[in-house]
């Protein structure tokens, strides 16, 4: 049975075979300046450069592995290397370094865990906001910086390109604006809010009423309002505060 893969499956295997070449190369380099240099010199300490960059490898245990390889490297370095103090103290060492690079290793792991974990609940998230049927932007710096699709049906556009880069109060009933205004001023310093009954001019010039709900966020590293917009039901009414 054939399994297809997309683009983005091959895409992550080209950059995890680069850099597992990268790694490998740097290995190869430094064990042969620690063959060459004399056992004083404490050469295997640049093997920290290639296990760091096991941070940028997709593969789980590309990190154990690549400290795994450092280790039977560094043993038999200690055998090849000029001595040039005593092998004892030079074993201690090493096997002093060997720990050091466990530990990172364990670091390492957990970052990555971490990370991992990151990126799915912000892959969780961000399927949920594109499914919701309530109308969800991102407001910063006095524009749109995101609209998922219900936002785009309830504005009456085509297309998100037609919402991003807008202001977002230019879609709102005039004489509501400075009200609204104040309460995303509020929200952009950590309040909660909810605005009920305000006017939405669409695309096509129709006004339609909403429930607003407002809090902060941040997005792309910088402070901005997360505005949830709900359709209120013809004929219900509920004065702002």
């Not at 997360?226 to 004065?239: D, K, N």
Request: with cysteine.
């Amino acid at each position: 049975m054939n399994t297809y893969q997309g683009p983005g499956s091959v895409d992550i295997w080209e950059h995890t075979l680069r850099v597992s070449t990268l790694i490998l190369f740097l290995m190869l380099i430094i064990f042969y300046l620690d063959i060459i240099t004399p056992l004083g010199l404490t050469v295997w300490i640049l093997y920290f450069i290639p296990l760091f960059l096991t941070l940028y490898l997709e593969w789980r245990y590309g990190p154990y592995v690549a400290t795994g390889i450092i280790i039977i490297l560094i043993s038999i370095s200690l055998f090849l290397s000029p001595r040039d103090v005593s092998l004892v103290f030079a074993a201690l060492d090493r096997l002093l370094f060997c720990v050091i690079l466990v530990v990172s290793t364990i670091f390492i792991m957990n970052y990555k865990k971490f990370e991992k974990n990151i990126r799915s609940s912000e892959e969780r998230y961000r399927t949920l906001v594109e499914w919701s049927p309530d109308a969800v932007v991102v407001y910063c710096e006095g524009v749109i910086l995101y609209a998922n699709p219900a936002s785009v049906l309830l504005f009456g556009a085509d297309y998100k390109e037609d919402i991003i880069n807008r202001d977002f109060l230019d879609m709102v009933q005039p004489t509501q604006q400075q009200i609204l205004r104040q309460r995303i001023s509020q929200a952009a310093i950590g309040a909660r809010l909810s605005v009920p009954n305000i006017g939405i001019i669409r695309r096509d010039s129709h006004e339609i009423m909403v429930d607003i709900s407002l809090g902060k966020i941040y997005w792309d590293d910088k402070p901005a309002v997360l505005i949830i917009l709900r359709v209120r039901p013809v004929g219900e009414y509920c004065p702002i505060h």
